[in-house]
């Protein structure tokens, strides 16, 4: 059973671009939800999606969006980028919403570098 | 909603004593309690986790207790090994929607 996938590993942008990421969940999988972790911080919320919509958001500017697509697949968006959005982005995948009661798998992360 | 908070912020331990990590939570409605681990570079993996009809749970050198009176929950590490140094994240869900701890790093001295 193939994990849940992120690509691209690693970006370089420039700030002021955008940037659009990518997450294939497990297959059967509903729900992806995004997470940014910066050195030494935690996992901070960016949103839910399950089935095609977004259920859950957390407290990041508008500038941070995403999708969900009739495959499950996901991908996030963010607009105008500034030097403090530099990160790792995780996503991890589960058969339903906020986990549903089961375990969460993770992807192994897009790290974005913002010079 | 939910708010999970997580302590020590950071812990160092001898080769071979125990940790143990606590988290509160603030939805009585949380009734599923997953325990992430990070080693540096990876991916967060579940190492073990609790429902909330379960006081206690425990898989070889790990353990996890639930009280769900107080709300809160802890994961207990036994004859802690160079390996188990790493991040760990506490989360609770409510079928809604899963929240995680802020993390502890462990670092555990040779």
């Known amino acids: 059973k193939a994990g849940v996938t992120q690509t691209p590993r690693y970006l370089i942008k420039t700030r002021g671009q955008q940037v659009t990421l990518s997450c294939s969940p497990i297959s059967g999988h509903r729900s992806v939800s995004w997470y940014q972790q910066t050195p030494g911080q935690g996992l901070q919320f960016l949103f839910e999606y399950f089935s095609e919509t977004q259920r859950n958001k957390g407290n990041f500017p508008g500038r941070f969006s995403g999708r969900q697509f009739s495959n499950s697949r996901s991908e996030m968006n963010v607009s105008t980028l500034e030097l403090g959005d530099s990160a790792l982005y995780l996503c991890?995948?589960?058969?339903?919403?906020?986990?549903?009661?089961?375990?969460?798998?993770f992807g192994q992360g897009t790290r974005l570098t913002v010079v | 909603g939910e708010n999970v908070e997580q302590h020590p912020s950071t812990l160092s331990v001898q080769e071979g004593d125990s940790a143990v990590i606590k988290c509160t939570y603030s939805?009585?409605?949380?009734?599923?309690f997953p325990w992430y681990k990070q080693e540096l570079g990876k991916r967060p993996q579940l190492i073990i986790d609790i429902r909330s009809n379960v006081g206690e749970k425990k898989d070889q050198r790990i353990a996890v207790t639930l009280n769900k009176t107080a709300k809160h929950f802890s994961l207990h590490i036994t004859e802690t090994q160079p390996e188990d140094s790493a991040v760990y994240f506490c989360a609770a869900s409510n079928d809604y929607k899963l929240s995680f701890g802020a993390g502890t790093t462990v670092t555990v001295r040779a």
């Open positions: 991890a995948s589960s058969p339903g919403l906020g986990g549903g009661g089961t375990e969460a798998f």
């Open positions: 939805d009585s409605a949380s009734n599923y």
